[in-house]
């Protein structure tokens, strides 16, 4: 592996479990390289912190990217497939352990720098999932209703990450890889008989 992805690899796993705590020497310890070699490549630990979390985002995207839409969907089927992506990225575990972690860790409490880069990165699936929303709204669609219910599906989505130690705490059912597809199925079906409901009291 080329000394700069190695540096991205090992800082990335340090810092979804330490932040900016760790130090460059302990990261080029684990990663055989030099501290000039981090120098080089990114100039700081800051910016190498920066880099890691953007990496982490583009891997996520480039696995899991935003669904694109046959002709005929049903905007009942667009959630269902939103959702599905949603869960997807936050479930691979086993594939994006420190790229999970480390995005959720800066989701909740952002360092100074990266807030903006995280909100080009989640921005363009918020707009997706709110267009979505407002299609099954139809005639009572709002921008303040589009934001409710775009909340709702975010946050649910969000508790598979900041949940998972809770739910095995007090649930027999555990959280895992197959059960992405269920899990957004779940989502959907209640926001969208909430949304139902709604409808037809508007009416």
Known sequence: MPKFDRLIE?????FAT???????????????????????????????YFRCVQAACEEK??????????????????LQQFV?????????ARHLSWQNTLVMRETLSPTPGVEEM?????????????????????E???LELREQFAWQVVARCMFL?????????????????NTEAAYATEIC???????KLLVKKRR
């Open 18 to 48: 330490r932040g900016l705590s760790a130090t460059v020497r302990e990261i080029c310890k684990q990663a055989d390289c030099s501290v000039a070699a981090v120098n080089y490549y990114f100039g700081d630990k800051r910016r190498l």
């Open 84 to 92: 599905e992506v949603m869960t997807k990225r936050i479930l691979t």
């Open 189 to 195: 079906q209640s926001v969208l008989a909430e949304m």
């Open 140 to 142: 009572v669609d709002s």
């Open 118 to 138: 995280l909100r080009t990165h989640f921005r363009p699936g918020f707009q997706l999932l709110t267009q979505v929303i407002s299609e099954v709204l139809g």
């Open 161 to 177: 990450g900041t949940g998972r130690h809770l739910r095995s705490m007090l649930s027999d059912v555990s959280l895992n890889e």
């Open 61 to 78: 995207e480039r696995l899991f990217p935003l669904p694109t839409y046959a002709a005929g969907t049903s905007p009942a089927e667009r």
């Open 10 to 14: 090992v800082a990335g796993e340090i």
